[in-house]
């Protein structure tokens, strides 16, 4: 069973910036690929970043978004500069145990996290 508990949302004006994080339990962190994703009100869930060896990307967050890890603190983070009203959403962390399948596909990860709330205002 793998916990993770996100943290760091909150309401920033457009240009901002937030840094999420994700704290995972498990003694395998280092292993597996964590991923984060968002949903806006009546919208459907969709991918924002992914790390494994590498980090992937969105188109449309490309540029503003980095994601990076912590092994030693079993934690993943998402920083978000330059931020839009359009990223108003519920962002939430996810972990694919074995590392395999579609970074980007909501059906690769074993785990979720609770959200967290990130608002844009303009």
């Known amino acids: 069973q793998v916990q993770l508990v996100e943290s760091g949302g909150g309401l920033v004006q457009a240009g901002g910036s937030l840094r999420l994080s994700c704290a995972a339990s498990?003694?395998?962190?280092?292993?597996?690929?964590m991923g984060w994703f968002r949903q806006a009100p009546g919208k459907e869930r969709e991918f924002v970043a992914a790390i494994r060896r590498n980090a992937y990307y969105a188109d449309s967050v490309k540029g503003r978004f980095t994601i990076s890890r912590d092994n030693a603190k079993n934690t993943v983070y998402l920083q978000m500069n330059s931020l839009k009203p359009e990223d108003t959403a519920v962002y939430y962390c996810?972990?694919?145990?074995?590392?395999?399948?579609?970074?980007?596909?909501?059906?690769?990860?074993?785990?979720w996290g609770q959200g967290t709330q990130v608002t844009v205002s303009s």
């Open positions: 498990g003694r395998t962190f280092s292993g597996y690929a």
């Open positions: 996810a972990a694919d145990l074995d590392s395999t399948g579609y970074y980007y596909n909501l059906g690769t990860y074993d785990y």
